[in-house]
């Protein structure tokens, strides 16, 4: 990283798509001012709410391209078919220099290769959604994504569901509102708040 001197703690969450992230992340976001969220590029369309430079920074595949020569990632993955994702070194380091806790939302992959990076100063957070056809019929609440989108999703996440032993703490979204409580208290006690 190019910032050494910040302080900063780094919050990397994870879990197959339709598990919960996004909520519980942005409940945290609202709860700890001294959190900052980390805006990934992605090549994915623009769901309809989604704002560009807020949920994503939203790039063409010639545009993320570039920035992967240019070295501007921290980290990218292909998650899904012919769609890219990346941490932006940029953005990384704005926040740590403003003295934020970075919160990241990334696929599995992602979020193991930041936590090698940051070592210690990183906590990674599995959220285990109670069961895949749970998963699924959030998913399909949601209405977010197409249909063949959505069978994409649920398949990846039998695998993704694999990598949970590998991170610093599970967090099984069952009752929304239980599991708000026990991120706080996770993320309460990894940056020593009250
Ligand atoms: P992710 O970011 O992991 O893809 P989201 O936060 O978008 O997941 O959640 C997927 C859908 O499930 C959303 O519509 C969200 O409101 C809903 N949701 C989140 N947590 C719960 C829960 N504990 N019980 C029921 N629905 C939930
Ligand atoms: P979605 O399209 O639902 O917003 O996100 C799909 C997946 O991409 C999620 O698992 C999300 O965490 C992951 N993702 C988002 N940004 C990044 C990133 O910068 N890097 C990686 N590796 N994955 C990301």
């Given amino acids: 990283?190019?910032?050494?001197?910040?302080?900063?703690?780094?919050?990397?969450?994870?879990?197959?798509?339709?598990?919960?992230?996004?909520?519980?992340?942005?409940?945290?976001?609202?709860?700890?001012?001294?959190?900052?969220?980390?805006?990934?590029?992605?090549?994915?369309?623009?769901?309809?709410?989604?704002?560009?430079?807020?949920?994503?920074?939203?790039?063409?595949?010639?545009?993320?391209?570039?920035?992967?020569?240019?070295?501007?990632?921290?980290?990218?993955?292909?998650?899904?078919?012919?769609?890219?994702?990346?941490?932006?070194?940029?953005?990384v380091d704005r926040l740590l220099g403003q003295g934020k806790h970075v919160v990241f939302d990334v696929d599995v992959k992602g979020a193991l290769n930041i936590k090698k990076q940051f070592g210690d100063r990183a906590l990674s957070i599995f959220v285990m959604p109670p069961s895949i056809e749970e998963l699924e019929k959030r998913l399909r609440h949601r209405s977010t994504d197409p249909e063949e989108s959505i069978r994409e999703r649920v398949a990846k996440a039998r695998i993704e569901m694999g990598y949970a032993d590998k991170f610093d703490v599970i967090l099984v979204n069952d009752q929304l509102d239980k599991a708000l409580k026990e991120a706080e208290e996770i993320v309460r006690k990894f940056i020593g708040e009250r």
Avoid: C, Q
């Fill in 1 to 91: 990283m190019t910032t050494p001197n910040a302080h900063g703690k780094v919050l990397i969450f994870s879990s197959p798509s339709g598990a919960g992230k996004t909520t519980i992340v942005h409940h945290l976001l609202k709860t700890f001012p001294s959190l900052a969220f980390s805006v990934s590029a992605t090549t994915r369309p623009r769901r309809p709410h989604e704002v560009d430079g807020k949920d994503y920074y939203f790039l063409t595949p010639e545009e993320f391209r570039k920035k992967i020569e240019e070295g501007a990632f921290v980290e990218w993955e292909e998650v899904y078919k012919d769609t890219y994702y990346g941490t932006l070194r940029s953005e």
